[in-house]
């Protein structure tokens, strides 16, 4: 007997077979249960998440005579018996992607008048529905305008965006998600007992991964898988099905980008894409394994996400802890940006390579605004440290007046009783109202309202900001003419700072 793959073998025949998709099947089941049948669904998702069995499921339960409690066909009633014939004329598979003309749909429609043989409706199937000409969109246009009530469309397509929207408003669309990890884990469990081949749960791990999150892909490369291996489906031999690179090379080449050791880091891959292996695949390899890294430095029990082999786990574990989280996500957006350059590229081993050192040095391609913050920390940094040390030498280092004024709006805003001083200093423009020379500090006021910043001047930001960063010998307050009571507000100038010099400017 001829071999059957295992995704057509095990394809699922009523809902309760099902793996995910629970809100199609929950609005399917519903829509049977009530009778409230529609003319046209949309069936909309990527390859291999059931949209095609789901369809022939919902064709044989909505013709079928005693249907069970969950709406799905019961599969011993004569139609159900009919309809799962090879030879079954009520349900009617069309591949849009070979039959897209305006002919194929003008048949279509003359065939559609013709009431079902044994059932209760006609269903017809229409995959890949995208690929129809727009003169056949046009031609199937009108048949769903006014379909025969014996007639149920249901139009499959992994690319929604190309069917028109006249089509589109016309269908009862159901979106079809990718399955998890887990949801496919356990169905490759139940797969490779029922064929009685024992397996390591990492591999299982592996292969549901590489079929991201479709069934049909997941399980051909199962498949693949146990053909591969004459007893026990291992990790490393599913590793080998799928062209991967080994993990512990990998993990050698991550550990040198952690240590920024371009040297090593170049020489493992030398190594690995002189072994044939895709250079491609490489990069997807490492940008997973650090993403793996990231999951073992940040969650507790990350290998219940991961389903590694604990040696494997346990060296990421010290690899998260020997790198941070800012290098890892810059490492994983350097690999991360290849992947379209390596399409096009005649020279993907070069683009690796250049990623590589580019992942070994964090400031390889960090942009200018990138640079200006980090000089900008460093300034900070080393001000407060100067500013700290009692052992500096009697070169001062001199801050701009206008960061000391910065200080000053600091301090005051950690201080609620201060808050009127507050907005007050706050109007103060640094450029035009401050200055510092000759050990002279000059401010100048223009409002009424500045004058309460003085309040707080004398005992926090000339004793301490200016103590610290100015040699002061003079204040110089600088009162502007238009402000009011201009005499009070000098009496009160010459009570918080003394004998310094008071300058009123005059008016224009």
């Not at 890294?293 to 082999?309: D, M, S």
């Not at 910065?406 to 009127?420: A, C, D, E, Q, T």
């Not at 423009?429 to 500045?450: C, E, G, H, R, W």
């Amino acid at each position: 007997m001829a071999h059957v793959s295992l995704y057509r073998k095990y394809r699922p025949t009523s809902f309760d077979t099902m793996i995910g998709q629970r809100h199609i099947v929950r609005t399917l089941k519903n829509t049977i249960l009530s009778g409230k049948i529609s003319h046209a669904y949309l069936f909309t998702g990527t390859r291999g998440t059931g949209k095609t069995t789901t369809a022939k499921i919902f064709a044989r339960a909505i013709n079928c005579l005693n249907p069970r409690e969950d709406g799905s066909p019961c599969e011993t009633c004569e139609v159900c018996k009919a309809l799962s014939a090879p030879n079954c004329l009520d349900i009617i598979e069309m591949d849009a992607a070979s039959n897209n003309g305006v002919d194929d749909i003008r048949d279509l429609r003359e065939k559609v008048k013709f009431p079902p043989s044994v059932g209760k409706y006609k269903v017809y199937i229409i995959d890949e529905v995208h690929m129809l000409s727009q003169s056949a969109f046009n031609a199937l246009l009108k048949t769903l305008e006014e379909p025969p009530q014996h007639a149920v469309f249901i139009l499959a397509t992994t690319e929604v965006d190309k069917i028109p929207q006249t089509i589109l408003s016309r269908c009862m669309r159901l979106d079809f998600k990718l399955l998890t990890t887990a949801e496919l884990v356990d169905l490759l469990k139940k797969i490779f007992e029922e064929e009685g081949r024992e397996y390591q749960k990492e591999a299982l791990q592996l292969i549901a991964e590489a079929g991201d999150g479709s069934v049909r892909d997941c399980l051909s490369i199962a498949d693949i898988c146990m053909s591969y291996c004459e007893g026990q489906v291992g990790y490393d031999d599913v590793l080998e099905v799928l062209g991967a690179s080994s993990p512990t090379m990998i993990l050698e080449l991550v550990e040198a980008l952690v240590k920024s050791d371009v040297r090593s880091a170049l020489e493992t891959v030398e190594k690995i894409i002189g072994m044939g292996k895709n250079v491609s695949l490489l990069a997807k390899d490492v940008a997973k394994t650090l993403r793996n890294v990231v999951f073992a430095k940040n969650c507790v029990n990350a290998n219940k996400i991961l389903g590694l082999p604990i040696e494997i786990y346990n060296r990421l574990v010290r690899l998260g802890d020997a790198c941070s989280n800012d290098k890892l996500v810059h490492m994983v957006d350097v690999f991360m940006d290849i992947e379209g350059q390596l399409k096009y590229s005649n020279s993907a081993q070069v683009v690796v390579e250049m990623a590589v050192v580019k992942a070994c040095d964090l400031f390889v391609s960090i942009d200018t605004d990138g640079i200006i913050k980090r000089l900008k920390d460093v300034e900070s940094k080393v001000r407060t440290l100067i500013s700290l040390d009692s052992n500096q030498s009697n070169e001062r280092f001199q801050l701009d007046v206008g960061e000391v004024w910065g200080r000053l709006l600091n301090i005051l805003n950690k201080n609620k009783s201060m808050i009127v001083a507050y907005n007050a200093a706050n109007d103060v423009d640094t450029k035009t109202q401050l200055s510092y020379k000759d050990n002279v500090l000059v401010i100048t006021v223009f409002s009424d309202k500045q004058f309460a910043v003085l309040d707080y001047f004398a005992s926090e930001f000339k004793s301490i900001i200016c103590k610290e960063y100015f040699e002061i010998t003079d204040v110089k307050i600088v009162l502007d003419n238009k402000i009011d009571e201009v005499e009070q507000g000098i009496a009160k100038i010459t009570e918080l700072v003394g004998d310094n010099k008071i300058t009123i400017k005059k008016g224009e």
